[in-house]
C-alpha cells in the first residue's frame, strides 16, 4: 500500500509543467542550447499527463453519468449512516463502562 502512495505523489508531482516551462524560458533568455531538450521534457510530461488523465476510473462516463453515479452513491451513504442511528439507539448496544 505505501507503493502505490509512493507511486501516486510521485505522479501528482509529476504532473507539474511549470517548472519545465520555466525551465525553457531560462534557456531561451541565455539562448541556450538546451531548449530542445527541455522542449522534449516537456512533450514528455504532457504524454504522461494524457495518459494518467485516460487511465482513471469513470473517464469513459459521461458528466452525466458521474452525476447519477453521484446521485446513487449519495443516497447510499445517506441511507446506510440512517440505518446506523437507527442500530445505535437500539439498547443491546449499551455496554456498561468498567469502572
Known amino acids: 500500500m505505501a507503493v502505490a502512495q509512493t507511486k501516486q505523489e510521485k505522479d501528482s508531482e509529476d504532473c507539474s509543467l511549470l517548472p519545465v516551462v520555466h525551465d525553457i524560458i531560462k534557456c531561451m533568455d541565455k539562448d541556450s542550447q538546451d531548449v530542445h531538450q527541455e522542449l522534449s521534457k516537456l512533450r514528455s510530461r504532457i504524454q504522461e ?22 446521485s446513487t452513491l449519495r443516497e447510499q451513504v445517506r441511507t446506510k449512516n440512517q440505518l446506523l442511528q437507527k442500530y445505535k439507539s437500539l439498547c443491546m448496544f ?3 463502562k468498567a469502572s
Open 49 to 70: 499527463a494524457r495518459e494518467q488523465v485516460s487511465s482513471m476510473p469513470g473517464i469513459q462516463c459521461s458528466p452525466a453519468e458521474q452525476q447519477q453515479q453521484l
Open 94 to 96: 449499551d455496554v456498561p
